[in-house]
């Protein structure tokens, strides 16, 4: 049998060191296309495994592309990989970082997490109302008692948000006081985010309706020359979860893990997180309380005004917050010169 979306799903990894994690998820990685963003020196050469199709691009191949418009991609961050959503011809877009090995389930079999993801894309989400066997769609569940028949076929999916085992997802204070905690939890489900609510989106097992949600997945100016770091794609979560719920999207999080297998240094971390610890007490309520025009009806002009609504509901912070807004619409501009 065919691996699903095959010909429709592109991989983009980002990354600073020879790929030989690839050969782990080569079973289930090798039929699809995958697009590879080299961050750091674009003189240093990256080894790629044989047997994959892929492109690899480094920061010369951004700034011959974007032109003027190239600093709106992050440097020295794993928020590059946002160039690789731009350039990708597909449908779908899956995202893991060059850390993310496969997982096992309860039973010791390797989890395919593509394929959930997949499974997870093309079945709807319930955002307008809990189920609370989780997906109803899911082999062996359904809604319960009490939910409403007219809410049932449900909503597009644009987001399918994977977890991990081992490492977990902490910022740098967390990590400090729980140096040794490892998730070892595997929870059999997926559920969908409901409207209204954000979240905190991780960047290394994540896929998407490109065609969807796309343009709203940029993962904001961090890395070398910004004030932050850490928060690129918290920053697009805000960004995607608020469109989403404007346009009747839907997001799910849960399955699949994978296998995240080093944790980065929490004192560095803190150098790149301290503003954000901040300013993220303030950016949640602006992203919890600012509405979107309902004369906007597609992902572009969303984007462009929640651009303005940034510069102006959150410049008070810091100037760098209007300048992450002129990045905002440079990637939003950039996205449709390269995709007319």
Not at 165 to 177: E, R, S
Not at 211 to 220: E, H, K, L, V
Not at 271 to 289: A, C, H, S, T
Not at 300 to 325: I, M, Q, W
């Amino acid at each position: 049998m065919a691996p699903p979306l095959a010909d429709q799903l592109d991989i983009v990894i980002p990354t600073i060191r020879n790929l030989d994690f690839l050969e782990q998820w080569r079973p289930f990685f090798q039929p699809y296309h995958l697009i590879i963003v080299q961050d750091g020196d674009p003189t240093k050469k990256i080894d790629v495994p044989e047997g994959f199709d892929y492109e690899l691009h480094n920061r010369n191949d951004i700034e011959k592309l974007l032109g003027d418009k190239a600093w709106c991609i992050s440097f020295k961050d794993s928020a590059c990989r946002c160039f690789g959503y731009m350039i990708s011809k597909k449908k779908y877009v899956y995202t893991i970082d060059d850390d993310c090995f496969v997982a096992k389930n309860p039973s010791g079999e390797d989890i395919n997490a593509l394929e959930q993801h997949i499974k997870n894309l093309l079945s709807p989400s319930t955002p307008d109302f809990f189920n609370t066997l989780y997906d109803p769609y899911a082999p062996g569940a359904d809604f319960v008692r009490g939910y409403p028949f007219s809410m049932r076929e449900g909503k597009l999916t644009a987001v399918s948000h994977g977890l991990w085992l081992n490492i977990p997802d902490y910022d740098a204070p967390t990590q400090m006081v729980k140096p040794m905690e490892r998730n070892k939890r595997y929870v059999d489900a997926v559920m969908t985010i409901p409207k209204g609510t954000l979240f905190p989106m991780c960047g290394m097992n994540l896929a998407f309706d490109r065609t969807a949600i796309g343009p709203a997945m940029y993962f904001g100016l961090m890395g070398e020359g910004q004030p932050w770091g850490r928060y690129d794609d918290m920053w697009a979560g805000w960004c995607v979860k608020k469109i989403c719920d404007h346009l009747d999207l839907g997001v799910k999080t849960g399955l699949p893990y994978i296998w995240h297998s080093k944790a980065s240094n929490p004192f560095v971390n803190l150098r790149k997180e301290y503003k954000g610890i901040f300013w993220q007490e303030e950016i949640i309520p602006f992203f919890q309380n600012v509405t979107l025009s309902s004369e906007n009806k597609d992902v572009f002009s969303c984007y462009l005004e929640l651009a303005e609504k940034v510069r102006t509901g959150l410049g008070h912070l810091d100037p760098y917050f209007s300048k992450l807004a002129d990045g905002m619409i440079a990637w939003i501009e950039s996205w449709q010169k390269l995709n007319p």
